[in-house]
């Protein structure tokens, strides 16, 4: 891992929605939890993008919110 | 929940590390995968982080990335 | 509010533009001024939004910017 | 309004807490709400940030999210 | 410069792509490295934004990733 | 690249300012301009950052505005 980005959860691609500009991908973690992704449909192609296929979802920490409730 | 970003992770505070306006906030989730935030420590202290706190790391569906590899 | 994003901004939503994978919900905030937000169709539709109804726009705090002009 | 972000609120520097390389300021609106932004200690000192200064807080709508509580 | 975001890449538009609520915006730099931008469709027509013209890419610095490899 | 975030800008570190838990890196890109990213310490440290080092400065296309001015 060679990008500042903090957080990287290994997962597979359980659903991938291109739209238009934009595609959601819904990753689940390898740990049973759901993680939706919105890039763009550009992205989404150059990386050949499909059902079932393994990626990392990853997102900059300060990003992440805390939610105590 | 009645927020609009999508993604909610249930975890336990692992670690919190206030300097300054900063504070580093690790989460395990449940599904044993590590997410690092960084919030304002006025944040943290309003919300009354500490370790072994149940909480969601809750991040907006744009903010995250795809990694292929 | 157990949510660590400092900004709430109460108000109502003034329309609603759901256009395949994304919305744009404009709020007008109780202090009469107005916010735009582009969320996921998803969340718009699990949210119930619907043009007159009472929210807030809730941003972190590091996706504020200031312009000193 | 030459910048895409969509949007801009008037207001007024309420505080202006610079340590190290972040700044946290608070603005009052000219609606009467509050919003915090975080920025870089640079950045304030550029614009010469002081407290009781007329600025605009400036976020671009993809980070906005909406609560329907 | 009156805004707090760090990051003014000077360039010229090499092609705007508006689909539904979201609009693509190649910009090349004057250093002849591409930026893309995916803003509002609405915020494209408010700049009138056009292939050839003259902008700035702008980009708060906490939204910035380093990537070592 | 296997990342969906669609910026990569080649480039040397000018300088880095580690300062509790944030680090400011500047990057001169190869086309002669300059980005300024916030990363945590923590990244900074586990990336081996130091002058004179060539890395990519990396944004997602989402965090992308533009100044028509």
Redesign the interface.
Known sequence: ??????????GTVQSL?K???????V?E????????????S???E????AEG?E???????????????
Chains 1, 2, 3, 4, 5, 6 share one sequence.
């Open positions: 891992m060679t990008l500042s980005a903090r957080n990287r959860l290994a929605d739209q238009g500009l934009m595609a959601e991908v990753v973690t390898d740990g049973g939890q759901e993680i939706t992704a919105v890039i763009t550009n992205s989404a150059r990386l050949g993008l296929e990626v990392n979802a990853v997102i900059k920490a300060t990003e992440v919110m805390i939610d105590g409730e």
